[in-house]
Structures are given as C-alpha cells and as structure tokens.
Nanobody, 128 residues
Framework: QVQLVESGGGSVQSGGSLRLSCQVF????????MGWFRQTPGKEREGVAT???????MYADSVKGRFTISQDNAKNTLYLQMNGLKPEDTGMYYC??????????????????????WGQGTQVTVSS
C-alpha cells in the first residue's frame, strides 16, 4: 500500500520561510520521480518542483531561486524548502510520486496526470 504523508504547512508573513516534508510509505521512493504541486480554490493544480532518483531537479519559473526540493533516502522523506514566500504562494501543497524513474525532459512536460500517487495535502498561507 503506497502512502504519502505531508506535514510542515502553516501561516507565515511575506518574506518568511517554511519547510514541507513528505514521508513515503510502502515502496522505495528512490526509484520514482517525486514532485510537489499546489492548488488554490478555483484553479488547476500546478507543479512546483520535481526530483529524480539521481537528484536531478526542475522548478516552476515562479519559484526558482526561492524553493528547493530535496530527498533523504535514509528517511524515505521528500522535502520542499520555501524561502522568500509571497502571498501568491498560498495554497494547498501536495506531494506526489510518478511510478517511473524519469520526470520529464523539461518543465513544460511535467503533468499532474502522470503522477499516480498523492498525499492528502498541507495548507500554506502567506499574508502580506
């Protein structure tokens, strides 16, 4: 049974930082493409960052230079370090896994439909 459990969300002021964690249960996640997505009411779920088993990362333009995705193989945990948070970063953040080693050749090829495993989400709220 594959399970992804996020934690670390909360409320911060603009310019603040948060670190999201995603604990992975049920498989060895270092064989899968992992990602963070976010969604706000009325909008499509959008990709934020992805990481491949060899450590290769990609980011949405809106978070480049501010967010860092990483993984700890020993702890089977995925992280998203978010610095310089802005009000437009507010949303529900989801951890996801794609049952494939490769994420995409470019950011434009990252699609939520390719990810078959999802966590329950953790809320991030950034106030101005």
């Amino acid at each position: 049974q594959v399970q992804l459990v996020e934690s670390g969300g909360g409320s911060v002021q603009s310019g603040g930082s948060l670190r999201l964690s995603c604990q992975v249960f049920g498989y060895t996640y270092d064989m899968y493409c992992m990602g963070w997505f976010r969604q706000t009411p009325g909008k499509e779920r959008e990709g934020v960052a992805t990481i491949e088993p060899d450590g290769g990362t990609m980011y949405a333009d809106s978070v480049k230079g501010r967010f860092t995705i990483s993984q700890d193989n020993a702890k089977n945990t995925l992280y998203l370090q978010m610095n310089g948070l802005k009000p437009e970063d507010t949303g529900m953040y989801y951890c996801a896994a794609r049952r494939y080693y490769f994420c995409s050749g470019s950011w434009s090829g990252v699609r939520k439909e390719d990810f078959g495993y999802w966590g329950q989400g953790t809320q991030v709220t950034v106030s101005s």
